[in-house]
T-cell receptor
Framework: DQQVKQNSPSLSVQEGRISILNCDYTNSMFDYFLWYKKYPAEGPTFLISISSIKDKNEDGRFTVFLNKSAKHLSLHIVPSQPGDSAVYFCAAQTGNQFYFGTGTSLTVIP | GAGVSQSPSNKVTEKGKDVELRCDPISGHTALYWYRQSLGQGLEFLIYFQGNSAPDKSGLPSDRFSAERTGGSVSTLTIQRTQQEDSAVYLC????????????FGEGSRLTVL
């Protein structure tokens, strides 16, 4: 069973506009939620996280929103830049376990 | 080294052969994870090591898969009698302490079984 789902395999956004990547989860016991970014032929790199007790965390152009009642989180990138083009993985953590979504491929068009 | 190091970066093997994949985590990181990503799939958890504790092997897909971590540092993932469905990118990650937050990933080992 997929505990973390990213239902959009791809997203295209114009440079300067907002990118919104979505993620849904099923387990209400997750402690943290994380976003990772992956370029081709590289390992995923950590981008931003949020504790389950918060509903928003912001770091520069990146903001993660958590809606616990809907079991939904989203990553907002604004303004989007061509260098943001990558695959973004949503992950949820409980204890020592991390559960990853299938990723969303973001393309930012110059 | 500064980051998680994995080798080989690419491995092509024939069905039925054994392969070994190596991971050298960040110095001081006590937690080590193996994941794999098959084409079009997300990251699938395989195994987790934390310090000297018994590893969590719950993600290993079959008894052809095994892993060890020597001296609490370098880890080797072994796949015996490889099958075509084993073809994937195998990713290793480490963290300061299990369950404390972000994982630091290596660049992965791409395995192709012909």
């Amino acid at each position: 069973d997929q505990q973390v789902k990213q239902n959009s395999p791809s997203l295209s956004v114009q440079e300067g506009r907002i990118s919104i990547l979505n993620c849904d989860y099923t387990n209400s016991m997750f402690d943290y939620f994380l976003w990772y970014k992956k370029y081709p032929a590289e390992g995923p790199t950590f981008l931003i996280s949020i504790s389950s007790i918060k509903d928003k965390n912001e770091d520069g152009r990146f903001t993660v929103f958590l809606n616990k009642s809907a079991k939904h989180l989203s990553l907002h990138i604004v303004p989007s830049q061509p260098g943001d083009s990558a695959v973004y993985f949503c992950a949820a953590q409980t204890g020592n376990q991390f559960y990853f979504g299938t990723g969303t491929s973001l393309t930012v068009i110059p | 080294g500064a980051g998680v190091s994995q080798s080989p970066s690419n491995k092509v093997t024939e069905k039925g052969k054994d392969v070994e994949l190596r991971c050298d985590p960040i110095s001081g990181h006590t937690a080590l994870y193996w994941y794999r990503q098959s084409l079009g799939q997300g990251l699938e958890f395989l195994i987790y090591f934390q310090g000297n504790s018994a590893p969590d092997k719950s993600g290993l897909p079959s008894d052809r898969f095994s892993a060890e971590r020597t001296g609490g540092s370098v880890s080797t993932l072994t796949i015996q009698r490889t099958q075509q469905e084993d073809s994937a990118v195998y990713l290793c990650a480490s963290s300061i302490a299990g369950g404390a937050g972000e994982l630091f990933f290596g660049e992965g080992s791409r395995l192709t079984v012909l």
